[in-house]
């Protein structure tokens, strides 16, 4: 990417209050009106056509060097932003203050080095930071090691020698956790099928190696303690045990709420926190209780507009669904109406994962509204792509896209579809019983049957759908839209 889509994208990112401090420093430091130019240029009068802003900026200052003024800007903003990161995260916090300390021991002030590294140490601590930790630690160390251990005794370097294997053990006990946590992720997004041996045997392998991890936790310890919740919850939402999913998360939120010192910057794993409630309560069909956690989830403001959008995302999609899930269609439409300043404008901020899911939910609600261009509409992008195949939610996506096609009358289309679904199930080796009673509707000529034979034919389906033994897939794929029902109603 070149440096000016670079700074176009950087500006974009920027909340107000940053802009602002753009603004303010720009002023206090005189600088160059070539930079502060192009940053309006980009900024307020939102011009985001490369050729053209070295076109104006060259009309208004014949002499700018463009490319030169476009690094200039981003270093600029870079800065800013650091020194403003500095004053609200106590990591960045950290780093910076190890940097000064450095500059201390380089200028022969080894009592004020020693005394900030003991300082930076404690501080370390305080915010569970075991990676800086262990950074300084070793710093310290190190800095004896140079002095001659002056004034040290043997039990004195013994204990700090301890200490940094204490810190080890605890960095290594956080990485085995995260591990962990990351591969269940990584498995639950993209859904091995359930009746894929291998695959499902790494998931139990999985557990499996979580359950023995847990024996040897330091459970005094924030981040493992919150890794091995956040793990057992959402190894419970898939497998449909919302109640104990509920239970897990509620404690984790409890948890989170009493070390608000330790959350990071952004506090992505809390917003995962609050979604995991979000969809246990719909796992339990609470949903009444939600609007107390969306109200949670809308406090966390004050961060980059990226992360404004992933929490707006999970507001809209958890503010709708007890709706969709109760197929009160009418009033899904009322709320995304209240929602569509995001919707329409903010989209693009969505990572591929999230704007999936939004896409799927409205393609659902116009589908049952009978909007079939405007559903059809929502997921041509993701159909024409060939990048989501791994995703477990774009099979999903690739049904409820057969059943528009379907009501739009474009029964070819349908027909292919089905095909090409088919031929990437046997190299899958992913079997679905709902999929193979829907592909067999759908291929059915309802148009040439007879009043008595469709009545015949809706007995066979419902007698069908009811004494389906459902695997897994099966489970999941009706959690999220009912097309027993929508079968049966096509047949009625």
């Known amino acids: 990417m070149s440096k000016i889509n670079s700074l176009i994208l950087l500006i974009k990112s920027l909340s107000k209050s940053e802009k602002k401090a753009v603004y303010v420093r720009s002023n206090l430091n005189n600088a160059p009106k070539e930079y502060i130019t192009l940053f309006k240029f980009i900024d307020k009068d939102n011009i985001n056509d490369t050729a053209k802003l070295a076109q104006l900026l060259k009309e208004k200052y014949p002499k700018a060097f463009f490319p030169a003024i476009t690094s200039y800007l981003y270093s600029f903003i870079l800065k800013i932003l650091v020194d403003i990161k500095q004053n609200q995260d106590a990591v960045y916090s950290l780093y910076n203050s190890i940097s000064a300390a450095n500059i201390l021991y380089e ?71 995260s591990t962990l946590y990351e591969l269940l992720r990584f498995y639950l997004e993209n859904k091995p099928t359930s009746n894929n041996l291998s695959s499902r045997q790494l998931f139990n392998d999985l557990v499996v190696s979580e359950m023995s991890l847990v024996s040897n936790l330091k459970h005094d310890v924030f981040e493992i303690n919150k890794l091995h919740q956040l793990f057992q919850a959402h190894y419970l939402i898939s497998t449909g045990d919302y109640r104990s999913a509920f239970n897990c998360f509620i404690e984790l939120n409890n948890m989170f709420e009493q070390n608000r010192h330790l959350w990071n910057n952004p506090p992505a794993y809390y917003m995962f926190v609050l979604e995991g409630v979000l969809e246990s309560l719909r796992g339990i069909r609470k949903f009444d209780k939600m609007p107390y956690f969306l109200d949670k989830l809308k406090q966390l403001t004050g961060y980059s507009i990226y992360f404004q959008a992933e929490l707006q995302s999970i507001d ?115 079997k679905s019983k709902i999929e193979k009673v829907l592909f067999r509707f759908l291929n059915t000529d309802l148009f040439s049957l007879s009043k008595t034979k469709k009545e015949a034919l809706y007995k066979k389906f419902q007698a069908e759908l009811d004494n389906i033994a459902y695997v897994d897939d099966d489970a999941m794929l009706l959690s999220k839209f009912d097309f027993k029902e929508w079968i049966l109603v096509h047949l009625r």
């Open 107 to 177: 200028r022969n002030l080894y009592s004020d080095y020693r005394a900030m590294l003991e300082k930076l140490i404690c501080k370390a601590k305080d915010i569970e930071n075991y990676y800086l930790l262990l950074i300084l630690e070793r710093m310290e160390l190190s800095f004896f090691i140079k002095e001659g251990f002056d004034g040290l005794s043997e039990k004195e370097i013994l204990d700090k020698q301890h200490k940094v294997n204490e810190t080890l053990k605890t960095i290594r006990q956080i990485n085995e956790q």
């Open 316 to 430: 809209f999609i958890y503010s709708v669904v007890p709706y969709t899930d109760t197929k009160d269609y009418a009033n899904s439409l009322l709320i995304i109406e209240e929602y569509k300043d995001f919707l329409f404008s903010k989209r693009g901020l969505l990572n591929p994962q999230r704007d999936l899911q939004i896409s799927l939910i409205l393609s659902i609600i116009y589908l049952m509204t009978r909007d079939y261009s405007l559903a059809k509409k929502q997921l041509t992008h993701i159909i024409s792509a060939d990048t989501y195949e791994s995703v477990w939610l774009f099979r999903l996506i690739q049904l409820i896209n057969l059943l528009i096609y379907y009501e739009l009358n474009d029964f070819e289309f349908v027909t292919s579809s089905i095909r090409a679904i088919k031929r990437q199930n046997r190299i899958k080796n992913r």
